[in-house]
């Protein structure tokens, strides 16, 4: 069974940091794109940032500079790196990777989305 694992999430004050770390397990043939995407509370969940096996990456413009995205491919992880939040980072992040699963055959599935549960991250003074 294939399942990403978030962690990281918490607790903090304006202007401080975080750092999301989320790890894909299972029977995994190849993973593409892995990214980062939001949930605050009321509204719908959005793309925050992502990044290809190739590691080119793309950010939302909401997040100005602040946030790096990076991967690790032997680790099948890909993490986020958050600096200078604000009160509007709040919310659910999740994990996001584009993902083929390992057939009996030895041979890849086809490439479907998988989501993690989620990490909290507020802020707040």
């Known amino acids: 069974q294939v399942q990403l694992v978030e962690s990281g999430g918490g607790l903090v004050q304006p202007g401080g940091s975080l750092r999301l770390s989320c790890a894909a397990s299972g029977s995994i043939f190849g993973i593409k794109t892995m990214g980062w995407y939001r949930q605050a509370p009321g509204k719908q969940r959005e793309l925050v940032a992502l990044i290809t096996d190739s590691k080119y990456t793309k950010y939302e413009d909401f997040v100005e500079g602040r946030f790096t995205i990076s991967r690790d491919n032997a680790k099948k992880a890909v993490y986020l790196q958050m600096n200078s939040l604000k009160p509007e980072d709040t919310a659910v992040y999740y994990c996001?990777?584009?993902?083929?699963?390992?057939?009996?055959?030895?041979?890849?599935?086809?490439?479907?989305?998988?989501w993690g549960q989620g990490t909290r991250v507020t802020v707040t003074s």
């Open positions: 996001n990777a584009d993902l083929s699963k390992l057939l009996p055959t030895g041979w890849g599935s086809q490439f479907e989305a998988y």
